[in-house]
């Protein structure tokens, strides 16, 4: 079983950033894969980034430019830079072990004036 926990939503202004933190827990040695997914409402939950223990990075077209995907074997990061409204969502952590998906509770982001 893996725990996900994210951490760093919150309200921004257009144009503002924000660092989102997730840290898995469990009975890991390595995760292949971990990434970040984000649902607005609405609308189906879409791949932001993600990144392969080797460091091989993925972004969504919405993203490519402002946002970086970073991790520390068990921990990844979302930094996102010059944010909009439309990247207002649910941000959800999201690892692939043995197979299986695992999904973080979710941190809201909210880009408004």
């Known amino acids: 079983q893996v725990q996900l926990v994210e951490s760093g939503g919150g309200l921004v202004q257009p144009g503002g950033s924000l660092r989102l933190s997730c840290v898995a827990s469990?009975?890991?040695?390595?995760?292949?894969?971990m990434g970040w997914y984000r649902q607005a409402p609405g609308k189906q939950r879409e791949l932001v980034a993600r990144?392969?223990?080797?460091?091989i990075t993925v972004y969504a077209e919405s993203g490519k430019g402002r946002f970086t995907i970073s991790r520390d074997r068990i921990k990844v990061y979302l930094q996102m830079n010059s944010l909009k409204p439309e990247d207002t969502a649910v941000y959800y952590c999201?690892?692939?072990?043995?197979?299986?998906?695992?999904w973080g509770q979710g941190t809201q982001v909210t880009v408004s004036s």
């Open positions: 999201n690892c692939i072990l043995d197979g299986t998906d695992y």
């Open positions: 469990g009975s890991i040695f390595s995760i292949p894969v």
């Open positions: 990144i392969s223990s080797g460091g």
